[in-house]
């Protein structure tokens, strides 16, 4: 039997952080939900194949755990959602090594696309 890949999913938006969920269950997918940044790190053990973090958080941004996951030589794809999507932030996004950015809100296949094309 195939092991489902692991989805980590952050987002301190609690029900937008259900709806994702949702939806990448739906799509097949295995998922670990974290509210902040520094949980996710917190869990980092945990397995995951790919990371949907929000940008713009309360404690550390997605940009700043990137930045970690990057010092530490931690080679997770990260795909980027947020609210505020401008040439700035997918510059910052891709600088940092995103796989892709994604305005909030988004559309379904898209995220699924996105998440399909970093597990390949």
């Known amino acids: ?3 489902k890949p692991v ?9 937008l952080r259900d709806a994702i969920d949702n939806l990448l269950r739906a799509a097949g ?6 509210a902040s940044g520094e949980a996710f790190l917190e869990g980092l053990s945990t397995g995951a194949s790919v990371l949907v973090s929000d940008i713009r958080m309360y404690d550390l941004s997605g940009l700043d755990l990137k930045a ?4 530490r030589g931690i080679t997770l794809p990260v795909i980027f959602i ?8 997918v510059a910052q996004a891709t600088l940092a ?3 892709t950015c994604l305005g909030k809100p988004f559309n379904d296949e898209e995220l699924i696309a996105a998440i399909r094309s970093a597990l390949s």
């Open 82 to 89: 947020t609210a505020v999507l401008n040439d700035d932030i």
């Open 29 to 34: 997918f295995e998922t670990q939900l974290f």
């Open 1 to 3: 039997m195939n092991k």
């Open 97 to 99: 090594g995103a796989i």
């Open 7 to 15: 989805i980590a999913i952050i987002d301190d938006d609690a029900p």
């Open 68 to 71: 970690v996951l990057n010092e």
